[in-house]
Every structure is written in structure tokens, then in C-alpha cells.
């Protein structure tokens, strides 16, 4: 009848995280979706080492989702131009090791789309967000 302490706290979460959300610029967005998908990827990392597979798959299935409906389909290539051709590429590689690494349950493909998303995130933190940015990112 009453909702456990954990539910609370996830609503809560939940709430908090669309609030932040509805109010963020894109490049805030792009920032978000890249630390989403990098936390998915380590939760998979940690469930292929746990041999859960059900955490793994799920969060690598998660992961892969954030890279190709947020990342890849908020590319804008008209104005982004070389720049979200190259990312879209980055974004694919990206994606295939994510599929290697849950298909072979391995580390390894894990670490190096990590590493390439940690790269991205710190390349997008380098960059000061626009006032009045449009809605679409550029790259």
C-alpha cells in the first residue's frame, strides 16, 4: 500500500532528471546523453565481470540506445558539416564495439568506446555553450 523508501527516491530521481532536462540548452543535452551512455557502459563493464548477463546486455542495450537515438539522430550534418560526419562515424565504430563486447562478453571493446566517449565529453566540456543556441545540435 505505501511506497517503499526506494521507490521515493527513484521518482524523485526521475522527476529530477526530466526537470533538468526540459530546462537544458543542447549542449547541455549532448553533455547529458554522453554521461548517460557512459555510465551505461561501465554498469555493462561490471555485469560482464559479474557474469550477469542480464545487467549486461540491458545496460549495454541502453547504452548503444543513447549513442544512436540521441547522439547520432541530434547530429545536424547541413551545419555541423565535416565535424558531425566524422562524429557520426565515431558514433558508429562506437556502437559496433559495444555490440562485440556483449556479443563476446569482453572488457576490452568496453575500454576503448569508453575511452572515445570520455575523449567526445571532454571535447564538448572545452566547449562554452551558445547563448540562444538553436534547437539542433551541430555536431
Known amino acids: 500500500m505505501f511506497m517503499q523508501t526506494s521507490q521515493y527516491a527513484n521518482t524523485y530521481k526521475q522527476v529530477?532528471?526530466?526537470t533538468e532536462?526540459?530546462?537544458a540548452d543542447?549542449?547541455?543535452l549532448v553533455l547529458m546523453l554522453l554521461d548517460a551512455a557512459i555510465s551505461a557502459i561501465k554498469l555493462g563493464a561490471i555485469g560482464i565481470e559479474k557474469k550477469d548477463l542480464e545487467t549486461k546486455s540491458a545496460q549495454l542495450s541502453k547504452a548503444i540506445s543513447i549513442?544512436?537515438?540521441g547522439l547520432r539522430a541530434s547530429l545536424d550534418h547541413q551545419q555541423g558539416g565535416q565535424i558531425a560526419g566524422r562524429l557520426d562515424s565515431l558514433y558508429l565504430y562506437i556502437t559496433s564495439q559495444l555490440l562485440e563486447a556483449n556479443i563476446s562478453?569482453?572488457?576490452?571493446p568496453l575500454n576503448e568506446a569508453l575511452e572515445l566517449l570520455v575523449m567526445i565529453q571532454d571535447a564538448w566540456k572545452g566547449i562554452k555553450s551558445p547563448a540562444g543556441s538553436p534547437n539542433r545540435m551541430a555536431a
Not at 562478453?105 to 576490452?108: H, I, K, S
Open 16 to 18: 529530477g532528471l526530466e
Open 21 to 23: 532536462v526540459a530546462g
Open 26 to 28: 543542447p549542449h547541455k
Open 67 to 69: 549513442i544512436n537515438e
Open 105 to 108: 562478453n569482453r572488457t576490452e
